[in-house]
């Protein structure tokens, strides 16, 4: 069964750092991974997504990063904002079966 | 465009009451789910529809009835509310089952309590 990860439960950084939010699986073979923004009551935004054939992806100041082997993936935001403060998740698809199994996620607060 | 619209945004549930769950899309999207979300957990599926007519379980099904009689509405059942469902609930919707080129889209959730 595919377990996923996301370490830190929550993160706290000054306005303008860069950070990093890490995202481990279990099951090598998965599909594709995701990676997801929540904002307070709310549901999910899908930020950017790694065909399992790809190595990372950019989209604007975010670049998610993918070692299949090692089972990780990493989320980097650039010169982080307030308005970046929500909670970020990351979702696997694994080659058997249709659905996403989530990790639990990162609860990210930008302080101005 | 609403997109997908989850009703009601709130209710609260003696033990042993019963509810439903309803999830409406726009989309003219085949596939649907229903997720559950935990504190410090990720979505746990509880069950999908691939078409109209059509239901299977996900992960965490148990005390749980879905029905997809019209292609835009997917409703969640409980029969008999018990405390361990207290969670928010996420409804999804997606052309079909890959997310490559087809992202998911989600309500706005449904905070339940059952007390």
Not at chain 1, 91 to 102: I, K, S
Not at chain 2, 8 to 13: A, D, G
Not at chain 2, 17 to 22: A, F, K, R, V
């Amino acid at each position: 069964k595919q377990e996923v990860t996301q370490i830190p439960a929550a993160l706290s950084v000054p306005e303008g750092e860069n950070l990093v939010l890490n995202c481990s699986f279990t099951d090598s073979a998965i599909y594709n991974l995701q990676w997801f923004r929540q904002d307070p009551g709310k549901g999910l935004t899908s930020l950017l997504l790694i065909q399992s054939s790809q190595r990372e992806q950019t989209s604007g100041r975010l670049n998610a990063s993918l070692d299949k082997s090692s089972g990780r993936s990493t989320l980097y935001i650039a010169a982080s904002q307030p308005g970046d403060s929500a909670t970020y998740l990351c979702a696997v698809f694994n080659n058997a079966g249709n659905m996403l199994t989530f990790g639990g996620g990162t609860r990210l607060m930008v302080k101005p | 465009n609403a997109g997908v619209t989850q009703t009601p945004k709130f209710r609260v549930l003696k033990t042993g009451q019963s509810m439903t769950l309803l999830c409406a899309q726009d989309m003219n999207h085949e596939y649907m789910y229903w997720y559950r979300q935990d504190p410090g957990m990720g979505l746990r599926l509880i069950h999908y529809s691939v078409g109209e007519g059509t239901t299977a379980k996900g992960e965490v099904p148990d005390g749980y009835n879905v029905s997809r009689l019209k292609k835009q509405n997917f409703l969640l059942g409980l029969e008999s509310a018990a405390p361990s469902q207290t969670s928010v609930y996420f409804c999804a919707s997606s052309r079909d089952s890959d997310p490559t080129g087809s992202p998911l889209h989600f309500g706005n959730g449904t905070r339940l309590t059952v007390t």
